[in-house]
């Protein structure tokens, strides 16, 4: 096998959990081949560079092995190598960190742990009232 189509490969090496997610991704214009953006059909072969972009980070993969069949989770790093930059993964973990801040409109209320979360936040945890040691004697 020299080639394999970009949706089967991607669902194979569990990129996407089925094989529609890849293709609606290749036809939203999520996934690009070498830099270039690919139609789902897309023959793929050994040593491409695969980025996909699952909203906020694009994730890069190079193709190490080609395979049609689903493989198990302990495999995939022998078909694929995983080559994001680190940049990336901040990007993560800010959006994780900051996920409870830009709450998207009409979601409804904030849950109690989201409360405390924004009084944990919006309260300064290095200014304390004890931290202080105010001598004023105020009736001189």
Same mark, same amino acid.
Do not use: H
């Given at each position: ?5 970009? &949706? ?7 990129? @996407?959990?089925?094989?529609?997610? $890849? ?11 070498? =830099? $270039?953006?690919?139609?789902?059909? /897309? ?7 695969? !980025? *996909?972009?699952?909203?906020? *980070? ?6 190490? &092995? ?8 302990? #495999?995939?790093?022998? +078909?694929?190598? =995983?080559?994001?930059?680190?940049? !990336? ?5 800010? !959006?994780?960190?900051?996920? @409870?801040? =830009? /709450? $998207? ?15 944990? @936040?919006?309260?300064?945890? +290095? #200014? &304390?009232?004890?931290? @202080? &040691? +105010?001598?004023?004697? +105020?009736?001189?």
């Amino acid at each position: 096998m020299t080639e394999v189509r970009i &949706d089967k490969w991607m669902w194979a090496t569990r990129i @996407f959990k089925t094989r529609t997610i $890849a293709v609606e991704a290749c036809k939203k214009g999520r996934i690009k081949v070498n =830099n $270039a953006v690919i139609k789902p059909s /897309r023959m793929i072969k050994i040593g491409d560079v695969i !980025q *996909v972009y699952k909203p906020p *980070v694009t994730y890069s993969f190079k193709v190490l &092995d080609l395979t049609v069949n689903r493989i198990g989770a302990k #495999l995939v790093s022998d +078909f694929l190598e =995983n080559i994001t930059p680190p940049e !990336q993964y901040e990007i993560l973990e800010l !959006q994780k960190i900051s996920g @409870f801040i =830009n /709450r $998207a409109k009409g979601s409804g209320r904030p849950t109690k742990k989201d409360r405390r979360e924004l009084d944990d @936040f919006s309260t300064s945890t +290095f #200014l &304390d009232d004890d931290d @202080f &040691d +105010f001598d004023f004697d +105020f009736d001189e």
